[in-house]
């Protein structure tokens, strides 16, 4: 561990080392601090999962050492980081040795260095055009797997390179990594086999929403909240994160010399042994490689490829490009710290350092009040960050956030930015404590937290910030689908005092909306017709619309299937409400108190008047098709249909959509990247898992 002045000096030496990089003669005379500076960020990264530079930074200097040292191998010590491969301090788990050591890639960040790479290849071999294949490099964690006689026997993290922590237990709770593998038929009867841990985009979303739900802190990217699963003591937090893994090397093999196999002559190139991964079943990158002849290939492919990395399911960093025969692989050999046959590009850092220079604390439709970062506007990702959510009370300890603070900032994909963590070592003195406020920001009123939950609530509906959510919330596509009617109106009608909640909405005087810059009579025209066409929205759009805690678009259709009228939850009991599919206690709980508050009921009476239905006209209706009676539920990604679609489809053929897995559910419809909702339903027996095209099947069967 590093006390606060070691690390001040360190983060100190840092910041000199970083500003003269191209300093050589600088760095000879503090050589032993800038083996320091870079164990300490070695510490942070690979033991504290709490970098304090970006992997961009951290190459810089690792480049600087090596460059010294080549040039004076005198001064190297057993101990540089160059003559070894990173640390790994943690003694919670076994530690067990690799069969091969664990090498790290040396890192390449534009065309030239790629081009260098290439030459060298070529002079240590003696050809004229060298075959690559070229693969993403993968966000994630590290690890090594062992299979012997086609079982899993053993699974570790990277740790130093040379052993690392036996994390067998909690590998076998990653789906995608098989418990017993055909390598048999390639005549293999033991093999290692290196890898990547990751969190796709989706199941990244999906944890935090859950996280959300318990009332916890959601986590910050995916790539640290793979890493720390690896190390968690319970194997059922590991399966709850639905991981995913990526296998990508092969770095031994012994041969059943009792069972030859002819496909053991395959085994020549890479891109072979990626393709004898994907035939036994573990995810290789073998859709994602490519094979090209020649450096420029190489170049070409990569920044092509970066400008559609987005488009992933899961986060890369970069691509790595590798000598495609093995023969020529050991012909090149390696350093004490990479192979000489392959090398990372890595794109644009996706991280920034900025100064946090301010909170702003917003209030939702639902009355949480949301602490708001604003920083200095740093650009990322390819856009300019000036603003971010950190969530609640707890989030703000836990990050440990000061305004004044330098924080380092983070923009994964299409994942809103996060900040990642604080720079306590760099405060200078005059950083200010971020204070929750006990009083409503808008309104005023004493903030309520709920016991189990994080979040502080303004408990007053009558407070404006709610007001205006939920006016924004009812007029929004997924609720009334009040066209012409966004949150720019909302807000616009509102500060012009021309609506004050949502019956006004209703009762909108349209003469002194003319007055208003912008509206002429056919945009006036076309709000007024959207606003009377919203008066026959079914029950369930109305349901929602209302904004009712916990209760989503799935949970409305449940509710207004329920009922005759939507009076008729006035006297439902919390065990009533809870005997509906998709009602847990929260639900219940949240649906009575709403039509136990009278203001509640009078907004309802109001809206009946004005020509709202709150009959449920659909309740009489006889159901048919070839799907009447069956529960759904859909899950990933569809080939073709979005999850909306198929829902209305299902429903148009008499199906019933339901929110949760159950064992009320009789068809789950899974796409690419189901998540926890498939891993559950796989326990259930009744469940039928099927795909998008049997589903399409189902709906054209004929009804009996």
Not at 150 to 170: H, K, P, Q, S
Not at 280 to 297: D, N
Not at 667 to 691: C, F, H, M, P, R
């Amino acid at each position: 561990m590093y006390t606060s002045q070691e690390i001040k000096i360190l983060q100190d030496y840092t910041t000199k080392f970083k500003l003269h990089l191209q300093d050589v003669e600088n760095a000879i005379k503090h050589i032993d601090e800038l083996r320091s500076v870079l164990r300490f960020h070695e510490y942070r990264y690979y033991i504290s999962n709490n970098p304090l530079i970006s992997d961009y930074e951290y190459d810089q200097l690792f480049k600087l050492l090596e460059t010294v040292e080549k040039d004076h191998p005198d001064l190297i010590t057993k101990d540089s980081p160059t003559q070894r491969v990173g640390s790994s301090l943690n003694e919670s788990f076994v530690t067990v040795q690799h069969l091969v050591p664990m090498l790290s890639l040396d890192n390449s960040y534009n065309a030239a260095d790629l081009e260098d790479f290439d030459r060298k290849a070529r002079e240590a071999s003696g050809l004229s055009e060298i075959e690559y294949c070229i693969e993403p490099k993968f966000d994630g964690a590290s690890i090594s797997l062992i299979y012997e006689n086609d079982l899993l026997t053993r699974a570790a993290t990277r740790g130093d390179g040379v052993e690392g922590d036996d994390i067998t237990t909690n590998i076998k709770q990653i789906r995608s990594i098989p418990l017993s593998a055909a390598f048999s038929k390639y005549g293999i009867q033991q093999i290692e086999i290196r890898g990547e841990i990751i969190m796709s985009k989706i199941s990244f979303v999906q944890y935090n929403e859950w996280l959300e739900e318990q009332g916890l802190s959601p986590v910050a990217n995916p790539r640290n909240t793979a890493a720390g699963s690896l190390r968690i003591k319970d194997p059922k937090e590991v399966g709850r994160r639905n991981l995913d893994a990526f296998l990508y090397h092969v770095s031994y093999f012994t041969k059943n010399k009792n069972a030859e196999s002819p496909l053991s002559n395959s085994l020549e190139t890479h891109s072979n042994q990626l393709s004898m991964l994907w035939d036994c079943g573990l995810r290789s990158p073998e859709k994602e490689k490519k094979v090209v002849a020649g450096i420029q290939q190489v170049i070409d492919y990569i920044q092509n490829f970066e400008s559609t990395r987005d488009d992933l399911p899961y986060e890369i960093d970069g691509m790595v490009v590798k000598v495609n025969d093995i023969a020529l692989q050991e012909k090149l050999g390696m350093t004490s710290h990479h192979p000489r046959w392959a090398i990372a590009f890595k794109f644009k850092a996706r991280q920034a350092t900025t100064k946090l220079i301010g909170i702003e604390f917003q209030v939702g439709r639902t009355g949480a009040v949301t602490p708001v970062a604003k920083l200095e506007p740093v650009h990322l990702g390819g856009v300019t960050v000036s603003s971010i959510s950190i969530h609640n009370e707890d989030y703000i300890k836990e990050k440990d956030l000061k305004v004044g603070d330098t924080v380092l900032i983070e923009r994964a994909g299409d994942v809103i930015p996060q900040i990642v963590n604080s720079r306590p070592e760099l405060r200078k003195g005059n950083e200010q404590n971020i204070e929750f406020p006990k009083h409503c920001p808008i309104c005023k009123s004493t903030l309520f937290k709920e016991q189990d939950e994080a979040v502080w609530r303004c408990v007053n509906i009558e407070c404006e910030a709610q007001v205006i959510e939920k006016i924004i919330h009812f007029v929004s596509k997924d609720a009334m689908d009040i066209k012409s009617f966004g949150e720019a109106n909302v807000r616009k009608f509102y500060e012009a005092g021309l609506l004050k909640d949502i019956p006004g909405v209703y009762q909108l005087q349209f003469d002194e909306i003319s007055k208003l810059e912008g509206f002429g009579k056919k945009s006036i025209d076309n709000l007024q017709t959207a606003i009377e066409s919203s008066k026959s929205q079914p029950l369930h759009r109305l349901i929602y619309g209302l904004g009712i805690r916990f209760v989503g678009e799935t949970t409305a259709k449940t509710l207004a299937n329920s009922i005759e009228h939507l009076f008729d939850f006035k006297n439902k009991t919390e065990e009533e409400l809870q005997q509906l599919e998709d009602v847990g206690i929260k639900v219940a709980k949240s649906i009575q108190h709403f039509f136990s508050n009278h203001q509640n009921i009078q907004m309802l009476e109001q809206l009946e008047q004005l020509g709202l239905q709150l009959k449920n006209t659909k309740k009489e209706v006889v159901v048919s098709g070839g799907l009447a009676g069956q529960t759904f539920l859909f899950t990933g990604t569809l080939p073709t249909l979005k999850r909306n679609e198929a829902e209305v489809m299902a429903e148009a053929n008499g199906g019933i959509i339901v929110s949760g897995v159950s064992a009320k559910l009789n068809y789950l419809v899974v796409g690419e990247d189901a998540g926890s909702k498939l891993e559950k339903a796989k326990k259930i027996n009744t469940v039928k898992i099927i795909s998008e095209a049997e589903f399409l099947k189902l709906i054209q069967q004929p009804s009996e």
